[in-house]
């Protein structure tokens, strides 16, 4: 079993930033794809972004190409996020896929952080 543990959530003002972190507690995910879901209130869990196992390929959600970027360190992924606006606000999860490509597809990733809140105030 592989837990993740993700931090850097928080509340801002339209157009700041935050970075989220989260940690694999197995060094064997860095042999696997990571990503970022996020879901709001009333709303289906989405992704955000993904990244392969070699840190080589990316994917982002239309709405947030260009404000955020996700990167990894093994079995670290990150999200920065900036111009935050009051869209992006949703509980953030991080994720390890089952294998080493990129997915949207939420069925397709196998360990799920516990999620952190990041509220965007207009």
């Known amino acids: 079993q592989v837990q993740l543990v993700e931090s850097g959530g928080g509340s801002v003002q339209v157009g700041g930033s935050l970075r989220l972190s989260c940690a694999a507690s197995?060094?064997?995910?860095?042999?696997?794809?990571m990503g970022w879901f996020r879901q709001a209130p009333g709303k289906d869990r989405e992704i955000v972004a993904a990244?392969?196992?070699?840190?080589?390929n990316t994917y982002y959600q239309d709405s947030v190409k260009g404000r955020f970027t996700i990167s990894r360190d093994n079995a670290k992924t990150y999200l920065q996020m900036n111009n935050l606006k009051p869209d992006d606000t949703a509980v953030y999860y991080c994720?390890?896929?089952?294998?080493?490509?990129?997915?949207?597809?939420?069925?397709?990733?196998?360990?799920w952080g516990q999620g952190t809140q990041v509220t965007v105030a207009s």
């Open positions: 994720a390890v896929a089952r294998g080493p490509e990129t997915s949207t597809r939420a069925d397709l990733y196998q360990y």
């Open positions: 197995r060094r064997t995910s860095s042999n696997n794809a």
């Open positions: 990244i392969n196992w070699k840190g080589g």
